[in-house]
């Protein structure tokens, strides 16, 4: 696939002067059947992928994001040249980050014939369901971000994850334990899809053959005071604590009950998410200085091409892309490589497209195999990051980092 990289290279380098072509609406308004089969080819000069996002409600701030990386990702592809020459658009609807409402949304887009195929999702629940209702109604869907192990573990032929799994979200961090074993660790999660994903697939699998003193708590999404829990973890003295907080705002006041608890282990973890976003940055100020965050690679930030879209990107947002809008991004670029292959323009080729793709991106190199019980699976890069300076600093594995990785700074 060496013309695939090349193709994504130089449209990455060609000048970004078009306008976003996103849209909010235009899908059919009846659901789809159980069983929609092959749809025609789409429109005339456009090709169309449909998207479920959360736009409104608590998490619009993540389909916001993800609305921004695919609009550039547009933006640089439909000025270089488009798909053949067709142009790309993306439809998104509204999930609310309501699995429910995930679904009405995802068979409203399936129901719309001339969308080639589906991405987004977002959390967990959505995710999982949207895989569902693509795979009965023979559609391909490309997961950038939703973690749960489950959707690329339930045979659907129609599946393709780009971004790591929930339980692959802490391999940098337990291959960083290889050779730093901790004496000690408290295990905080969010009592939800996301949450026990990232336990059952992964931190358990560590302190199952660690032999070491482990804690483990759960909480509830936006739970109102966290003093309580942070005290029973002070009381096992834990050498490390690994939190896996669902939004920032979960996150920042985790770390404000940790302060008023006096909870100072060596090392404060995050697992993505909550505490990988720059609203826990904001919210939290120096509460955020030297926590780490383990979960899906954010990109060499030392590779060249990368710096151009960091540079790209943040010129036109004002502000500086994280994990999700580099998983956004490059899934983009992963169906523009896939619909420029594929033999027939429909959904069937599509997926035969996807199945074959083998490309680098600014998430590195994506190619989907079933291993280890996943189906259609990437096997994404995770990291350990490292909130310094108000900025977030890969700090392992080595090989990428840009700093060292310094303990918990404390109160």
């Not at 959505?126 to 023979?138: G, M, S, Y």
């Not at 899934?331 to 996807?354: C, F, Q, S």
Request: hydrophobic content about 35%; aromatic content about 10%; overall charge negative.
């Amino acid at each position: 696939m060496k013309n695939s990289r090349k193709a994504y290279w130089g449209v990455l380098s060609a000048v970004f002067l078009a306008g976003s072509l996103l849209s909010g609406c235009g899908a059919a308004e009846t659901n789809a059947p159980s069983n929609a089969g092959t749809p025609a080819p789409s429109s005339e000069g456009t090709l169309k992928i449909g998207a479920v996002l959360p736009m409104t409600g608590g998490s619009a701030v993540f389909g916001e994001k993800f609305k921004q990386a695919y609009s550039l990702a547009v933006e640089e592809i439909n000025a270089a040249g488009g798909i053949n020459g067709k142009k790309l658009e993306i439809i998104i609807e509204d999930s609310q980050e309501k699995p429910q409402v995930g679904k009405t949304a995802t068979e409203k887009l399936v129901a719309n014939k001339d969308i080639l195929l589906l991405t987004g999702g977002r959390s967990s629940g959505v995710t999982l369901v949207e895989a569902q209702v693509a795979n009965e109604n023979k559609i391909p869907y490309l997961i950038d971000h939703g973690s749960s192990d489950k959707a690329t573990m339930s045979d659907y032929d129609y599946v393709f994850r780009l971004s790591p799994t929930a339980g692959m979200y802490t391999s940098a961090l337990r291959d960083y334990f290889q050779t730093n074993p901790p004496k000690s660790i408290a295990y905080i999660n969010v009592d939800n899809a996301f949450g026990e994903a990232v336990y059952e697939y992964g931190i358990k699998k560590y302190t199952d053959s660690a032999g070491i003193p482990f804690t483990l708590e759960k909480y509830k999404a936006g739970e109102l005071d966290f003093k309580p829990l942070m005290e029973k973890i002070k009381a096992a003295n834990p050498e490390v604590v690994i939190v896996t907080a669902g939004d920032d705002n979960d996150a920042t006041q985790i770390m404000k009950a940790a302060k008023e608890s006096r909870l100072s282990p060596k090392m404060f973890v995050g697992t993505g998410a909550g505490h990988s976003i720059i609203g826990f940055a904001q919210q939290s100020g120096e509460l955020a200085e030297t926590v780490l965050t383990a979960g899906p690679w954010h990109g060499n930030k030392k590779d060249p091409k990368f710096q151009e879209f960091h540079k790209n990107f943040t010129a036109k947002f004002q502000h500086e892309p994280g994990e999700h809008e580099v998983e956004g991004y490059a899934a983009i670029y992963v169906i523009a490589d896939a619909l420029k292959r594929a033999k027939t323009l429909d959904r069937e080729g599509v997926k035969e497209a996807l199945e074959a793709t083998d490309l680098e991106t600014v998430f590195g190199r994506v190619k989907f195999e079933d291993f280890d019980g996943y189906k259609n699976q990437n096997k994404g890069m995770t990291d350990i990051s490292q909130w310094i300076g108000g900025k977030m600093i890969t700090v392992y594995p080595d090989e990428y980092a840009q700093d060292q990785m310094k303990d918990f700074k404390g109160w």
